[in-house]
T-cell receptor, first 112, second 114 residues
Framework: AQSVTQLDSQVPVFEEAPVELRCNYS??????LFWYVQYPNQGLQLLLK??????LVKGINGFEAEFNKSQTSFHLRKPSVHISDTAEYFC??????????FGTGTKLQVIP | DVKVTQSSRYLVKRTGEKVFLECVQD?????MFWYRQDPGLGLRLIYF???????EKGDIPEGYSVSREKKERFSLILESASTNQTSMYLC?????????????FGEGSRLTVL
């Protein structure tokens, strides 16, 4: 069975500082990996995805993530955060043709 | 623009009532999903469907059922609502294969069971 772990439930960071949100997954087979963002009182939208190829993927709003197969991780990074990045971020995994499993989410709080 | 529409943004029901949550997508997607979102628990999959009249249990199907009679519509049914089903319910759809995980979400339906 596949599962996703987001160890950090909340991450406070000062504006213009870098941030990393951690995601680890467990699966015995190849998977597809995703990061979603949920702004306050809004639905979820896709930030970026890893399907195959380059392990470094770039998404919207300056975010990027690196797929590390040996560590079964897919951490999300941004070199310089903005107040508008305050939101909850969810990591998700699927093997394709099957269910999509989400982590418990990480709330990013950007401090002015 | 891609759109997933959930019929009700807010509902208040009484314990024991039957509740229908409707979801419609206009993207001709094969897959449709129902999740519930609770603070600290993230999104938990209730049911998903990869084709008309097909359904698969997710991680927390107990107390719920679903119906997919048409490709664009996926309904979540609470046969007898209970207070522990008070939650935000999110519907999503996606294409199949490697695009399965690229979900398009509706705005959510916040259900309160008294």
């Amino acid at each position: 069975a596949q599962s996703v772990t987001q160890l950090d439930s909340q991450v406070p960071v000062f504006e213009e500082a870098p941030v990393e949100l951690r995601c680890n997954y467990s699966s015995s087979v190849s998977v597809y990996l995703f990061w979603y963002v949920q702004y306050p009182n809004q639905g979820l939208q896709l930030l970026l995805k890893y399907l195959s190829g380059s392990t470094l993927v770039k998404g919207i709003n300056g975010f990027e993530a690196e797929f590390n197969k040996s560590q079964t991780s897919f951490h999300l990074r941004k070199p310089s955060v903005h107040i508008s990045d305050t939101a909850e971020y969810f990591c998700a995994v699927t093997k394709g043709y099957q269910k999509v499993t989400f982590g418990t989410g990480t709330k990013l709080q950007v401090i002015p | 623009d891609v759109k997933v529409t959930q019929s009700s943004r807010y509902l208040v029901k009484r314990t024991g009532e039957k509740v229908f949550l409707e979801c419609v997508q206009d993207m001709d997607h094969e897959n449709m999903f129902w999740y519930r979102q609770d603070p600290g628990l993230g999104l938990r999959l209730i049911y998903f469907s990869y084709d008309v009249k097909m359904k698969e249990k997710g991680d927390i199907p107990e107390g719920y059922s679903v119906s997919r009679e048409k490709k664009e519509r996926f309904s979540l049914i609470l046969e007898s609502a209970s207070t522990n089903q008070t939650s935000m319910y999110l519907c999503a759809s996606s294409l199949s294969g490697e695009n399965t995980g690229e979900l398009f979400f509706g705005e959510g339906s916040r259900l309160t069971v008294l």
